[in-house]
């Protein structure tokens, strides 16, 4: 099989984190990247990394088939990698025909344009434990029904349902990560763990009195970014592609991933952290927690990084960056 790999969606945190560990295997990898007018501040993950000088980007659109159909034709990717999508839950709300647009309809064009040009190449389809949502078992599985609680999760679940669909209508080998919430120095500002940790280093260092948070006793299973692009890849290295549910089998809260944090710094998070109900989400996913077992077993995979060490490792790069601005 071909070591090239074609990664939509590269020039974000999973992205970036895949690309890194592809070329430490000796992988070639083709990035698809939206164009834009700021070009040069979008691959600003994989620059952190130190790997951008080493991927090639190709500039295409989810929207746009004929610019897949171009890529895949051009690439001739062993692996393909769906990362892309419109990924923050409280923007599908306010944006739900383009969240449909990329994040569901987007990964039929992909797999439009894998069949049409490479059809004998391997396929993972980034889903999300986002579809559990109102959750139907204490612990989810891949057998677990699924409940979607946003736009987000409804697209994302479309994504899945059409990948086991082409999976089984032309025998490609295409396969679905169900990942459960994965953080990391690199993770979208909007995010509450990324905002939290922001926040905590901006008021560590006297640039900010307070954090504004909606609902902080929602529980999450928190892994490493880092530990699940290394089961995307595993699940590509399968005889026969499936579905699995990667995550750490561990649920906190946020109000306890708040403590961890300020706790690091020597500060009470009570006397920083003010609930807002405009954070609050319209429909809200209390908990979620997911059953690795089948990932355990038959990849051999398993989360390394804790959460404690995650959300350190965070707020220490969110420190430096903090003190990096405020020098400049």
Known sequence: MSKRALLTGITGQDGA????????KGYEVFGVIRRSSHRGVEDHRLRWLGVADKVTLIDGDMSDLSSLVRIVKEVQPGEIYNLAAQSFVASSWRQPILTANITAVGVTNILEAMRAEKPDARFYQASSSEMFGLIQEEKQNEKTPFYPRSPYAVAKLYG??????YRESFGMHASSGILFNHESP??????????????VARIKLGKAKELRLGNIDAKRDWGHARDYVRAMWLMLQQDKPDDYVVATGRTTTVRDMCRIAFEHVGLDMNKYVV???????P???EVLLGDPAKARAA???EAKISLEDMIKEMLDADLDRVRTAASL
């Open 299 to 301: 990849l051999g995979w």
């Open 186 to 199: 690199l993770r979208g500002i909007e995010f509450v763990t990324r905002k939290v940790t922001d926040a």
């Open 275 to 281: 609930i807002d109900p405009a954070f609050y989400r």
């Open 283 to 285: 429909a809200e996913v």
């Open 17 to 24: 984190y895949l690309s890194q560990f592809l070329l430490d």
């Open 160 to 165: 899945h349902w059409i990948t086991v669909n």
